[in-house]
């Protein structure tokens, strides 16, 4: 109950933790300033690399969705991963719904390793339901027909496991 009121008085200790426990693991971040509005992010990272892996350009994210992204960039042992960005301030298409990329929330990732997602996704799709509850491929829409699209929103792709 102690650790709850401290957390509500002086939110920034849990900023502090997250952004603290991925420089530990040598990973290059660096803590940013949200975006001020409704599309802010909560404790907020610049991630450049991991510690065995490479962001191409860095990605703007929340702390807790840059660790599921490196922990999954680890898993599949990626040395670079090609994105199209994280944050973004805008609704999901053809919804009123903002997206998971306008809280920091969400990746767009378009090659691993050099290799384009849109030849080869099936096992980076895999790992990423380890990581997220969805991942959307090229088998999803003609939307992402070139990227996964990974967060951890309210979304179930994982749980259904419509692709597999």
């Known amino acids: 109950m102690r650790i709850f009121i401290?957390?509500?008085?002086?939110?920034?200790?849990?900023?502090?933790?997250?952004f603290d426990d991925l420089q530990?693991?040598?990973w290059r971040v660096k803590a940013v300033q949200s975006p001020s509005g409704f599309?802010?992010?909560?404790?907020?990272v610049r991630l450049y690399?991991?510690?065995?892996?490479?962001?191409?350009?860095?990605v703007l994210l929340s702390c807790s969705t840059a660790k599921?992204?490196?922990?999954?960039?680890?898993?599949?042992?990626?040395k670079r991963v090609d994105?199209?960005?994280?944050?973004v301030c805008r609704k999901q298409r053809s919804s009123i719904f903002p997206s998971q990329h306008s809280f920091?929330?969400?990746?767009?990732?378009?090659?691993?390793?050099?290799?384009?997602?849109?030849?080869?996704?099936?096992?980076?799709?895999?790992?990423?339901?380890?990581?997220?509850?969805?991942?959307?491929?090229p088998m999803h829409d003609s939307l992402h027909h070139d990227h996964?699209?990974?967060?951890?929103?309210?979304?179930?792709?994982?749980l259904f496991d419509i692709v597999r």
């Open 6 to 18: 401290l957390l509500l008085l002086f939110p920034f200790v849990a900023s502090a933790s997250c």
């Open 24 to 26: 530990s693991m040598g």
């Open 39 to 44: 599309c802010s992010i909560n404790e907020a």
């Open 49 to 58: 690399a991991t510690d065995t892996t490479t962001f191409h350009p860095s």
């Open 68 to 78: 599921d992204v490196g922990m999954w960039a680890k898993y599949i042992s990626a």
């Open 83 to 87: 994105n199209v960005g994280g944050y």
């Open 104 to 137: 920091g929330k969400a990746i767009d990732v378009t090659a691993i390793d050099g290799v384009p997602i849109s030849k080869d996704w099936h096992s980076a799709y895999k790992a990423g339901c380890k990581f997220f509850n969805t991942v959307l491929t």
């Open 148 to 158: 996964l699209h990974m967060d951890n929103g309210y979304g179930y792709s994982c």
